[in-house]
């Protein structure tokens, strides 16, 4: 004859794999917060399952029902994201909290019960604890090496009930030998029902962490794919804009003699100042950036003149012949993407004479320095790396930063950004000794 689990063991272990999770995840409040709340939760989960551990049968099984809404409870109220990933990672957790449980249990039950003789709550606190601080440090672990995919993956509806489905079939799985009703899965011993349980849970950690793993790899893949995306459409668009700015260059020449000559044909005054007007006007049109590197003057040529349409100030101090070294796929993914960024950041201010951008390129102490300023809203926020996003599409989100970090990256340099004060900014640090 085996013990039944102490509920207070039981919430524990539901409440530390909540935990486990929540603190890996995105969350809404600040650390002391999260954790007041989290205490409140795991006075909870202690006080229902000590109501409900006398409950038998379908009573005890109304009782999990109420034990897994409390454990939903961190996902939806402490946690950043949607409901499916509230569910998905709720499914879970409450998996990963049983096998713990159940585990930590018979070992003790097995092993150190029987030398004792007696159940002690000291006794019992000295192994358990020692065992769900190993098992849970492990599953850290673990998760933590997918965590920027945890912070970035959004569940569809389909994974978060597939997810959930399973979590319930193991459940059933794991509950058969404690129901009355005898079936050909049920165990005739405590012992036997307490190696269903755990192996059962065990099956379900596996099952579930394979399926997160699957669930990682495609979008991993669907982000290298985008970013691809962004690299070709970015390099075509430069293909594109080096030959329309020679052709508007070739036109400029051809339309400043032309005015030269009708000068000197010309002799009223008023006709003079017609001629200033439209000179002025068509030299907007002359690629004027000549930063000695024919790449980066293409880029800048194109996106000054949308800035000029749009009422955007973009100033530029760039040393390009210190980016010789780069590829011009990449030097047009880079700045393409970093132009296109600041001008999408600074579009939606109001304010015309806020719409600034600056960028800045020069060799430093062996480094080529990138940076990259732009007004933005003041309540802009980073994390992880990224600008936080008010978009509907969030998964969609921060692709031309990462295409920008993955193209750094292939040079051995770092990227950083930061928002302060209603100014974001990018800088960029890429090695010289690549060359």
């Known amino acids: 004859m085996l013990p039944n689990i102490p509920p207070f063991w039981s919430a524990l272990a539901y409440w530390l794999a909540c935990m486990l999770y929540v603190f890996l995840l995105p969350r809404r409040w600040r650390p002391v917060q999260t954790c007041l709340a989290s205490l409140v939760n795991l006075a ?3 006080i229902c399952m000590t109501v409900t551990a006398e409950w038998q049968d379908w009573a005890f099984n109304l009782g999990m029902i109420v034990t897994a809404a409390l454990t ?9 994201h949607s409901w499916r990933n509230a569910v998905y990672y709720c499914a879970r957790a409450f998996i990963l909290g049983g096998f713990t449980a159940s585990l930590a249990w018979q ?3 097995l092993m150190i019960l029987p030398r004792v003789g007696r159940q002690s709550a000291l006794i019992e606190a000295a192994v358990i604890l020692p065992m769900f601080a190993v098992m849970y440090l492990a599953m850290y672990l673990i998760e933590r090496m997918h965590r920027t ?3 970035e993956l959004q569940v569809t ?15 059933i799985v794991s509950s058969i030998s404690y129901l009355s009703i005898r079936t050909p899965f049920a165990g005739t011993t405590d012992a036997d029902a307490f190696n269903v349980r755990t192996f059962a849970y065990l099956g379900g950690v596996a099952i579930l962490y394979a399926y997160h793993l699957q669930i990682c790899e495609n979008h991993a893949r669907q982000e290298l794919t985008a970013m691809q995306n962004i690299l070709q459409n970015q390099y075509a668009n430069y293909q594109r804009s080096e030959e329309s700015v ?4 070739r036109k400029y020449h051809d339309l400043k003699h032309q005015i030269a000559v009708l000068r000197r044909e010309v002799k009223e005054g008023k006709n003079l100042e017609y001629l200033d007007r439209v000179e002025q006007e068509i030299s907007a049109y002359e690629a004027e950036n000549k930063t000695g590197n024919r790449v980066l003057d293409t880029i800048l040529t194109t996106k000054s003149l949308h800035c000029r349409q749009n009422g955007i100030q973009l100033t530029c101090v760039a040393d390009g012949a210190a980016l010789d070294f780069m590829d011009v796929m990449d030097l047009s993914a880079l700045f393409g993407n970093a132009l296109d960024n600041a001008i999408e950041g600074v579009s939606v201010l109001p304010d015309d004479e806020q719409r600034l951008i600056h960028l800045s390129v020069a060799r430093q102490k062996g480094f080529v320095s990138i940076r990259l300023e732009n007004r933005c809203k003041e309540t802009m926020h980073i994390e992880k790396g990224l600008p936080s996003t008010t978009k509907a599409e969030k998964g969609l989100h921060g692709y031309g930063l990462k295409s920008i970090q993955a193209t750094v990256a292939k040079y051995g340099g770092s990227v950083t950004v930061h928002a302060e004060n209603g100014w974001f900014e990018l800088r960029i640090l890429i090695p010289l000794l690549t060359v």
């Open 246 to 249: 020679e052709l508007i260059n």
């Open 44 to 46: 909870a989960l202690t």
């Open 107 to 109: 070992l003790y039950a």
């Open 72 to 80: 939903a409870v961190p996902f939806f109220v402490l946690c950043r």
């Open 149 to 151: 995919e945890m912070w």
């Open 157 to 171: 509806t389909a994974s978060s009930l597939t997810v959930a489905s399973i979590a319930l079939i193991i459940y």
